[in-house]
Nanobody, 117 residues
Framework: QVSLEESGGGLVQEGESLRLSCAASTLDISAYDMSWYRQVPDKERELVAT???????NYPDFAKGRFTITRDNAKNTVYLQMNSLKPEDTAVYLCKADSPMTGRAVWGQGTQVTVSS
C-alpha cells in the first residue's frame, strides 16, 4: 500500500523553526510533484509549498521567505523547513504526492505543528 508518512511536527515558540519530513514508501517521489498543505479545523486545506518533479517551486505569499521545500529523491523524502514561525502557522501539515502522468494523488496523515506566542 502506498503511503506518505510525515514527521517533525511539535510545539515551538513564536520565531523558532521546525523541519518537517515526508517519507514515501512504495511510491517513487521522483515521478511525482510533491506538496505540503496545512489544515486547521473549520477551514479549507491550504497549500503551503510545491516542488515539481524537475524542481520548479511554488509558494503562496504567506510562505515566501519563511518556508522552504526540498526533495531528496535518493531518500524518497520531501522536507519543509519552516523559519520565523507564527501562531497563525499552527495547523496539521500534510504531505501530498501528485502524478502528472496519471492524475493520481496520495495524501499523508499529517503532523501537528503548534506555535505558541
Amino acid at each position: 500500500q502506498v503511503s506518505l508518512e510525515e514527521s517533525g511536527g511539535g510545539l515551538v515558540q513564536e520565531g523558532e523553526s521546525l523541519r518537517l519530513s515526508c517519507a514515501a514508501s512504495t511510491l517513487d517521489i521522483s515521478a511525482y510533484d510533491m506538496s505540503w498543505y496545512r489544515q486547521v479545523p473549520d477551514k479549507e486545506r491550504e497549500l503551503v509549498a510545491t516542488i515539481k518533479r524537475f524542481g520548479m517551486l511554488n509558494y503562496p505569499d504567506f510562505a515566501k521567505g519563511r518556508f522552504t521545500i526540498t526533495r531528496d529523491n535518493a531518500k524518497n523524502t520531501v522536507y519543509l523547513q519552516m523559519n520565523s514561525l507564527k501562531p497563525e502557522d499552527t495547523a496539521v501539515y500534510l504531505c501530498k504526492a501528485d502524478s502528472p502522468m496519471t492524475g493520481r494523488a496520495v495524501w499523508g496523515q499529517g503532523t501537528q505543528v503548534t506555535v505558541s506566542s
